[in-house]
T-cell receptor, first 115, second 111 residues
Framework: SQTIHQWPATLVQPVGSPLSLECTVE??????LYWYRQAAGRGLQLLFY??????ISSEVPQNLSASRPQDRQFILSSKKLLLSDSGFYLC??????????????FGPGTRLLVL | KQEVTQIPAALSVPEGENLVLNCSFT??????LQWFRQDPGKGLTSLLL?????REQTSGRLNASLDKSSGRSTLYIAASQPGDSATYLC??????????FGSGTRLQVQP
């Protein structure tokens, strides 16, 4: 069966510090991968998605970036964090089944607090 | 640009009651619509996925319907239980295969 991991689970970082959040998927190959952010009191917002190694699409202009160095690894980074980067970051994966169904499955999330 | 709205924002019901959560979307050109559950401080758990060619999907006490022409989906929960208390999110999947989420309905089932 497939599993998705995220780490760290929680993170407290000062403004201006760098960031690296990691997401890995097990039990599947060539998944679509996604990064979402859920800010306090707000809905989920898609940040990045990837359909293959080295292929990253950005949905929202910001000081964050994403990379996919391996098929089942997705990394969210920042060179200098802002207060507004605080939130709950969720990684997700999906694949299109033979019947055209594409369900997205989410990881446990990383709670980031920028002080 | 796809926009997803969920009504009501919060709902409190006594245990055993049947309830309906509503979701509307502005762009009917969706591939799928997915319902999720989120417990406080946790990630999302997929409940049901309805393909654009389908009208409804059922899983246990949950039934989700989709009406693309009117831009609506509903999640029906039968015989609600305290363990159903959570935030329920609907999300429309667009041509980019990216989910656009509603802001959720926070459900509280009173024992």
């Amino acid at each position: 069966s497939q599993t998705i991991h995220q780490w760290p689970a929680t993170l407290v970082q000062p403004v201006g510090s760098p960031l690296s959040l990691e997401c890995t998927v097990e039990g599947t190959s060539n998944p679509n991968l996604y990064w979402y952010r859920q800010a306090a009191g707000r809905g989920l917002q898609l940040l990045f998605y990837s359909v293959g190694i080295g292929q990253i699409s950005s949905e929202v202009p910001q000081n964050l970036s994403a990379s996919r160095p391996q098929d089942r690894q997705f990394i969210l980074s920042s060179k200098k964090l802002l207060l507004s980067d605080s939130g709950f970051y969720l990684c997700a994966w999906s694949q299109v089944s033979a019947g055209g169904r594409e369900t997205q499955y989410f990881g446990p999330g990383t709670r980031l607090l920028v002080l | 640009k796809q926009e997803v709205t969920q009504i009501p924002a919060a709902l409190s019901v006594p245990e055993g009651e049947n309830l309906v959560l509503n979701c509307s979307f502005t762009d009917s050109a969706i591939y799928n619509l997915q319902w999720f559950r989120q417990d406080p401080g946790k990630g999302l758990t997929s409940l049901l996925l309805i393909q654009s060619s389908q009208r409804e999907q059922t899983s246990g006490r949950l039934n989700a319907s989709l009406d693309k022409s009117s831009g609506r989906s509903t999640l029906y929960i039968a015989a609600s239980q305290p363990g159903d208390s959570a935030t329920y999110l609907c999300a429309a999947i667009t041509g980019r295969r990216a989910l656009t989420f509603g802001s959720g309905t926070r459900l509280q089932v009173q024992p």
